[in-house]
Nanobody, 116 residues
Framework: QVQLVESGGGLVQDGGSLRLSCAASESISSFNVMDWHRQAPGKQRELVARVTGGGSINYADSAKGRFTISRDNAKNTVYLQMNSLKPEDTAVYYC??????????WGQGTQVTVSS
């Protein structure tokens, strides 16, 4: 089946930056949406940023102005550039894709920790 592999997480100090990558095992044109979700300990998973096959982009209010989602079709990869990170951004970040035939795929997650 389709595999999504996240990378780029790690430990960063308050105000720092990270770039997450989500590499897909097949062309990302196969997906109507690709997005990033995160889940902090004790909290529900939430949508952070989304890009559709048509190129539209949406961000959670908490991410606007700080995070940027982008895609590189040639590399079958979606990125999440995270700037001005805050401790409240600490979470496991998951890549997700939904195919044109409405099948969902999830990556294994990558940990982002922002220290005070």
């Amino acid at each position: 089946q389709v595999q999504l592999v996240e990378s780029g997480g790690g430990l960063v100090q308050d105000g720092g930056s990270l770039r997450l990558s989500c590499a897909a095992s097949e062309s990302i044109s196969s997906f109507n949406v690709m997005d990033w979700h995160r889940q902090a300990p004790g909290k529900q998973r939430e949508l952070v940023a989304r890009v559709t096959g048509g190129g539209s982009i949406n961000y959670a209010d908490s991410a606007k102005g700080r995070f940027t989602i982008s895609r590189d079709n040639a590399k079958n990869t979606v990125y999440l550039q995270m700037n001005s990170l805050k401790p409240e951004d600490t979470a496991v970040y998951y890549c997700h894709a939904n195919s044109w035939d409405l099948v969902d795929y999830w990556g294994q997650g990558t940990q982002v920790t922002v220290s005070s």
